[in-house]
């Protein structure tokens, strides 16, 4: 029997964006833009998504003059992540 | 990466070695930039108190190394302002980035030690610096720095460079003796950074 992956986790974008914070901790706007190629429409769609779930947090502010959206990894963010990396693996012939 | 797809378990592991390593690269290639300012700053400071040194005779013109910090740091601060983002660390960057800040507190404290000291004691700058063998301290601990990085960034470049500083700069200290031609090892440890900085951003 497999384990059931987390849908929230099991989507192209969320999974990249959630890939680069489990590395990095934090990252803003425009660099998880500029890492997952993806609109800023969609990328901010996403990003709520996986706030909602708790995964991330998202904190708005300024950087000098200029608004600046920076997302971090919370701890049970970073749980699921390694548990549906974990998942991953039971259904690769390893 | 627009269409949100479902994808197969193969299809998710690569995405996320590709991600994280394309991230990482990003990350590690942007730090490079700092080796390359304060290479050059150790650079220019040497040459210009080595020619100081030498025209004047003075070795008090030591005191101008404070100036370097005073110039580096609000220069760091503002590249990374311009960049908007980049406030980004992984575990490569953040365990390099500790080593150096070590490193400059290290350098900093000794410096400043030897500085107060002389003025307690009414010694000239210069004196301190050679009594306290400061050049042959600092440049070990320039070279000792260079040669983590080398490990943490998995270069032999670097910890080759960091080997040679380290060990080279403290044979030539000796044989050139205690005379201003010392300046002239950090001169070649500020190119030696420059390198590495250069090295940094060619190999992510």
């Known amino acids: ?94 | 990466m627009e269409l949100n797809k479902e994808m197969t378990a193969q299809e998710s592991l690569t995405l996320i070695a590709e991600t994280i390593n394309n991230s990482r690269k990003d990350v590690i290639r942007r730090s490079g930039r700092y080796y390359i300012i304060w290479g050059a700053l150790l650079t220019f400071f040497s040459l210009l108190i080595y020619l100081l040194w030498k025209t004047s005779g003075n070795a008090a013109w030591n005191n101008l190394w404070f100036a370097m910090p005073l110039i580096g740091f609000p220069l760091s601060r503002m590249l990374k302002a311009k960049d908007g983002a980049g406030q980004e660390k992984n575990i490569v960057t953040s365990t390099v980035g500790g080593i150096w800040t070590s490193f400059c507190v290290f350098a900093c404290s000794v410096a400043v030690f030897c500085l107060v000291y002389g003025l307690l004691t009414n010694n000239a700058i210069g004196n301190i610096v050679v009594g306290a063998s400061l050049t042959a301290m600092i440049v070990l601990l320039f070279g000792l720095a260079e040669t983590v990085t080398g490990v943490a960034l998995k270069n032999w470049v670097i910890k080759i460079a960091g080997f040679v500083t380290g060990i080279g700069g403290i044979i030539v200290y000796y044989v050139t003796g205690t005379n201003k031609e010392q300046m002239l090892i950090f001169t070649f440890a500020g190119i030696v950074l420059m390198a590495t900085g250069l090295i940094v951003k060619r190999q992510n």
């Open chain 1, 1 to 94: 029997m497999f384990p059931k992956l987390d849908p929230l986790l099991h989507s192209e974008l969320r999974l990249a964006v959630m890939s680069i914070l489990a590395d990095i901790q934090s990252a803003d706007f425009t660099f998880l833009k500029k890492q997952t190629g993806a609109t800023a429409g969609n990328l901010s769609v996403q990003l709520d998504k996986l706030a909602s779930a708790g995964y991330i947090t998202i904190e708005k502010g300024f950087k000098g003059k200029m608004p600046c959206t920076t997302c971090t990894i919370t701890p049970p963010g970073m749980e699921a992540f390694q548990g549906y990396v974990e998942a991953l693996k039971d259904y690769l012939p390893l």
